[in-house]
């Protein structure tokens, strides 16, 4: 097999918000940290190979200091992997083929520009998709049949979690306040398999 050692990490800058690729070889990786340097002349942090890993350490969007570390055949064989932070789960960034991360740019600031404008409350939503993405980071998010498969539809004024595997659901509203409140208490999120059930009904609180 043939391993293309040229890859590209792309992160959204603090400072000017604007997402910046990083394209870099891992011939150089393995010799020199790569700094990551945005065009605003914001230095974000650096990827650099420790021992048999990568290790990601850079400022996330609201400022946080994240450090990520990614093994070898991750950053070689997967074309690409979204970066999120470890404390909240926003997105950062993706990392992979030049060609798949140059693509996600495109595509995934397109999709944000043109949904947040249809949303009910865009201000809700985007705390509950921080909260899901949160839970789903700490594989909080499941389904309890033979091939659990979690996705997330997301609508103007609610998301749902459907298991592609056996069509489960679970709706959750994503348009109040009182919303918001709810999934806050949500400790964790397990659909029954072949079933659709409102989150108010079942999930249960934290305390
Ligand atoms: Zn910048
Ligand atoms: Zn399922």
Known sequence: MIVNSERAIALTCPACQVIQEHPFSLFTISRQPLQLLCRCGFSQGHLRKLKRNYELDVLGVDGDRVRL??????????????????????????????????????????????ESGDFANPQ???????????????????????????????????????????????????????????LSRVSEIIMEPCTAQYLEEWLKPLT
Do not use: W
Not at 76 to 104: D, H
Not at 127 to 138: G, K, S, V, Y
Not at 150 to 155: L, M
């Open 124 to 182: 809700i939503m985007r705390e509950i998709l921080a909260m899901l993405q949160d839970l789903a980071e700490q594989h909080k998010i499941r389904c309890e049949c033979e091939h659990p498969s979690v996705g997330i539809d997301i609508y103007a004024d609610k998301v749902e979690l459907v298991c592609a595997f056996c069509g489960s659901m679970v709706v959750i509203g994503a348009s109040t306040h009182k919303h918001q409140e709810r």
């Open 69 to 114: 570390l990614l093994s070898r055949n991750e950053l070689i064989r997967t074309p690409l992997r979204n970066i999120f932070s470890t404390k909240n789960g926003q997105e950062l960034g993706y990392i992979g083929s030049p060609e798949a991360v140059q693509e996600a740019i495109v595509t995934g600031s397109r999709d944000f520009v043109a």
